[in-house]
């Protein structure tokens, strides 16, 4: 495995290793893209990608241009070390961890400005878009740089931030990215609480709060699966587990369409329940984000 800084040197080294395993046609390449961090999630998609791939490259890259300006940028977790040892342990090829000037262009740091990927704005200004402003327009825009600079076959993401995979898939859709883009299970702890790189963030008390949101999603997919079919007796379920935490959203939406919905269909995964939700810890709030299919 090797730990890769420089644009040049990953597309050169994906390139050689392509030509070693026999040429460019039927070698397929995977990514991951990450902020790092590395906890059971993010390894089932790695694992998933190696499984899937002659050639696997986890991205490892704290994105500045996602992060608002009050947002948590300085203090992410940031562990390259034992992120490259779980990398190489899960048989990846290259872990792909730039500088932000490895990746924007010196205007960037001039100017606080670069050219963006903006999604259409009823897309991007919901759900977690709404109290982050432009987050969505940076992830589109890094994600279509990595792919850009991997040409990559396929690229791996999680459930858990479904709106994010969402907008991702309409992203490869509308600018004809040839990317097949696979979306990967929610992975959680033992307990319930989704894995999430900004749990380190928790106290104890803060993460008992926290594993209320699961509690809350889950209750409410219990009741779903008895026949309430009322989006806001489901949210008022989901929300009566709650108190204690300073809720952002809880809303019911289309999987197809992440338009919000009143009374869900029948079947199984047509409505997705989100929850963004601010847990105090340490004097600071953490921000978590979690969904369930009804
Ligand atoms: P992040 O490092 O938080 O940007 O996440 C990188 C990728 O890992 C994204 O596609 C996330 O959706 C995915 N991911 C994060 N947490 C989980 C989880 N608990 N289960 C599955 N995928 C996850």
Redesign the pocket.
């Known amino acids: 495995m090797k730990i890769i800084n420089s644009v040049s040197e990953l597309r050169n080294e994906i390139k050689s290793l392509k030509a070693s395993k026999g040429g460019l046609k039927d070698v397929k390449t995977g990514l991951v ?4 961090a590395l906890h059971g ?2 390894l ?2 790695i694992e998933k990608c190696r499984s899937e791939n002659e050639i696997v490259v986890v991205s490892v890259f704290v994105n500045p241009t996602q992060f608002g300006p009050n947002e948590d940028y300085d203090k992410y977790p940031r562990t390259l070390e034992a992120d490259s040892k779980l990398c190489e342990k899960a048989g990846v090829d290259f872990v792909f961890a730039p500088s932000p000037r490895d990746i924007y262009d010196e205007y960037y740091f001039t100017h606080k400005e670069t050219t963006l990927i903006c999604p259409p704005y009823d897309v991007v200004n919901k759900l977690c878009g709404k109290s982050r402003p432009g987050h969505f327009d940076g992830v589109c825009t890094i994600v279509g740089k990595l792919f850009n600079i991997t040409k990559c076959d396929r690229a791996y ?5 479904a709106q ?1 995979l969402f907008i991702i898939k309409k992203m490869v859709k509308e600018l004809n990215f040839d990317i097949e883009i696979i979306g ?1 299970p ?2 959680r702890e033992k307990d319930g609480l ?4 900004r749990n380190t963030y928790l106290s104890n008390d803060a993460r008992k709060l926290a594993l209320n949101i699961s509690r809350g999603l889950y209750k409410a997919k219990e009741l779903a699966q008895k026949g309430v079919k009322e989006a806001d007796t489901l949210i008022d379920t989901a929300l009566a587990y709650m108190g204690g935490l300073d809720v952002e959203y809880t809303e019911i939406v289309s999987v197809d369409t992440f338009e919000k919905i009143d009374i869900i269909e029948q079947g199984p995964c047509k409505a997705l329940m989100l929850v963004a939700a601010r847990v105090e810890s340490n004097g600071s709030k953490v921000r978590l984000i979690d969904n369930i299919d009804l």
């Open positions: 893209p990450t902020m790092g999630g993010h089932s998609l993401f999680g459930k858990k931030d994010q990967c929610i992975v989704a894995m999430s790189s």
